[in-house]
Structures are given as C-alpha cells and as structure tokens.
C-alpha cells in the first residue's frame, strides 16, 4: 500500500498575523465555543429535535467554527513567522508597509505587504504571492518596477518603505 504523503507549504506570516491567528483561536476555542455549546442545549431543551430550526442553525454554526478552528491550527502549524527587522533597513519585505506611485495614473497607494493568508486587498494588505507583492520583495525606494497584469501591465515607483 502506497502512503499519501502531502506535504504542506509553509504560510508566511508577520508577526502581527501570528497574533491575531492565536488570538482568534483562543476566542473560539474558549467563548466561542462556549457560546455554541449554550444554544445547543437550549435548543435541546425545547424538545423536538426533527423540526427545531433553531437546533440545526446552533449545529451548523458549530460545523462552521470547528472548521474554522481546523483551518487556523494548521495555519499556525505551517507557519514560518517572517520578523520585519530581519530585513535590510529600507528594503521591501513581509510585514513592510509601502507607498507606491502609480506611474500611469499619478496616483499613489500605500499597502502592507504580508504572508498569503493575511492578505485583505480591501483594507490595503497584499501578498508576498500577488503579481505586485512578489515584484515589490527586494526593492528599495526610488526603484521603478513594471508588473504583468492578466489585463496589462503596471508601472509603479517606490516612494516609502516602512
């Protein structure tokens, strides 16, 4: 019999990512699961279990947290904690927080650069993995980078790196 051996890919993750995954662990798996646990017993209690709605909505939010519970225990157990001072002073690296220049538009944009599970492009935290994240890894202020885009290209310009 021939074993299944996947190995999983190490997450990259700022310090701040680290402790805002530990800290969602502990609230689920303490308060959380608490908070659960209370509406199931309550439900029961009404009795009839076959038509009880709100059973079947305290057990899927159940299914739903200890999924969420799985998925952020293997993140931490695959995670490689990526310390911004490790970098070369004024260089682009995980946990950097970067102003750019849209060359194009003359518009310029800050984002945090973080590990593929924190990124949230929506509150201007991209991927070390996204086409802009991994071109700007390296740089310094001053470089000029062009990305390839699935529709284009862009034209950017370092202007901060913090």
Do not use: W
Not at 76 to 91: C, M, P, Y
Not at 149 to 160: C, I
């Amino acid at each position: 019999m021939e074993e299944n051996n996947v190995v999983e890919k190490r997450q990259q993750l700022s310090k701040e990512g680290l402790m805002k995954y530990e800290e969602e662990l502990i609230f689920l798996k303490g308060q959380k699961r608490e908070e659960i646990a209370q509406k199931i017993k309550e439900a029961r209690e009404q009795g009839d279990l076959s038509e009880n709605a709100e059973y079947d909505a305290a057990k899927d939010e159940q299914r739903d947290i200890e999924a969420r519970i799985e998925k952020i225990e293997n993140i931490l157990k695959n995670a490689e904690v990526v310390d911004k001072a490790d970098l070369k002073k004024g260089t682009i690296g995980i946990g950097s927080h970067v102003k750019i220049l849209d060359v194009k538009l003359n518009e310029e944009i800050e984002y945090d650069i973080v590990g593929a599970t924190e990124a949230d492009s929506l509150n201007g935290k991209i991927s070390n993995e996204s086409p802009l994240g991994s071109a700007l890894l390296g740089k310094k202020k001053g470089d000029e980078i062009e990305v390839k885009l699935t529709r284009g290209s862009l034209k950017v310009q370092v202007l901060k790196v913090s």
